[in-house]
């Protein structure tokens, strides 16, 4: 007997086949409800999962941002998911991977809202609003990557009433920006190509070839930004990355200021 999954679950074999044959989401491991699909990859990469593993799953009990933040993730309607990496780089430049992802997410989005931007460090934002979060855990071998879990979390279709009331202006979905649903296969098959191709380039040639990419995609270069971290706050204007991936901010007394953690807000605006 088959069992109909109900035309709201994400179409799981269309997704397996469209990725067979490709690097990143050659094997999928698909969940109704897990805690969070980075603490599963992570699981399973320790159990030796092979590069390219993709864990999805419908909702997430326990999705997690940065420092220990909450993701949202409401069920059926978004993707949720997390990818199993082995690249052969030291642990102090595994932060780039989330900067390669913040790229393929952007140009994932653009498909079908051209106006969506990365916002440093690696959100991606339209209209100043948050659609995708990316948090990316590393398991180290002395100072090299064991492997790294890059997880993304997409707001697909999800519209303002599914978002608690504080988040309502901070968040919003493909769908809204784009005025119509999102096909939640069409977009992870996209997303998880751009992910390959700009993965396989930061492999090939370095950071150095995805920080033009990353910085032509920025939401905020030339603005005035504050940013807060733990007991800091630095203030200035947008300059771009350095050559790791800090962001560059030029301040009021014209001198450059590196930022390597922190949560960016904009001059009389959103976080
Ligand atoms: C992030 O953290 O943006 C990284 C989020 C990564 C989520 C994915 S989902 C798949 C994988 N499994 C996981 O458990 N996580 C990853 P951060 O920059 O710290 O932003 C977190 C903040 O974003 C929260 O404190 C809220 O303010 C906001 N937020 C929470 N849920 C959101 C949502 N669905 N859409 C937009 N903003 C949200």
Redesign the pocket.
Known sequence: MTVDPGPAALHIDALRRARASARIGHTILYFDSVD????VAQRFAMDGAAEGTVVIAET?T??????G?????PPFRNL???VVLRPPIATAVAPQIGLVAGVAAVDAAREWVSQAAVKWPN?VVIDRR?VA???TEMDADGDRVRFAIL???V?LN?TAED?PDD?RD??IGLCTAAGRPIDRVEFADHLLSRLEEHYDLFLREGFAAIRPLWESRASLIGRHVRIDAHTQRVEGVVAGLAADGALLLRAADGNEVRVVVG?VTVDGGY?
């Open positions: 969070s699909t980075n603490t997430q326990q999705g997690r941002g940065r420092l933040r909450t993701w949202i993730s949720y998911l997390s959100d948050k979060g990316i948090l997880g993304i979390g707001n999800t978002f988040l901070k968040a949560d976080r």
